[in-house]
Nanobody
Framework: QVQLVESGGGLVQPGGSLRLSCAAS????????MGWYRQAPGKQRELVAV???????TYADSVKGRFTISRDNAKNTVYLQMNNLKPEDTAVYYC???????????????WGQGTQVTVSS
């Protein structure tokens, strides 16, 4: 089993910054992708950014140029640096990993518990 612990959410004024962290632990053989999603009240969960094990990161158009995703493979941790935050960024942010427990196991998704980000003056 993979466990995810998220941190870094909070209340920030428009134009401010926050940095989210998500640390994966447990029985992990390898992690493929790590990413961030968000869900605003009354809306569906949407992709914010994803960082595959190889290749380049992918971002939602709404956050390009403002958010940066990064990962520390040695720590099994993914980060989301959020700059120039806007009220429409207000949502619960969820971390997701695609990992496997052994070399012969299939990859599966694990979700974090979510962290609230509120952008308001």
């Amino acid at each position: 089993q993979v466990q995810l612990v998220e941190s870094g959410g909070g209340l920030v004024q428009p134009g401010g910054s926050l940095r989210l962290s998500c640390a994966a632990s447990g029985s992990i053989f390898s992690i493929n992708a790590m990413g961030w999603y968000r869900q605003a009240p009354g809306k569906q969960r949407e992709l914010v950014a994803v960082f595959p094990s190889s290749g380049t990161a992918t971002y939602a158009d709404s956050v390009k140029g403002r958010f940066t995703i990064s990962r520390d493979n040695a720590k099994n941790t993914v980060y989301l640096q959020m700059n120039n935050l806007k009220p429409e960024d207000t949502a619960v942010y969820y971390c997701k990993t695609v990992a496997r427990n052994t070399w012969y196991s299939p990859f599966y998704d694990t979700w974090g518990q979510g962290t609230q980000v509120t952008v308001s003056s």
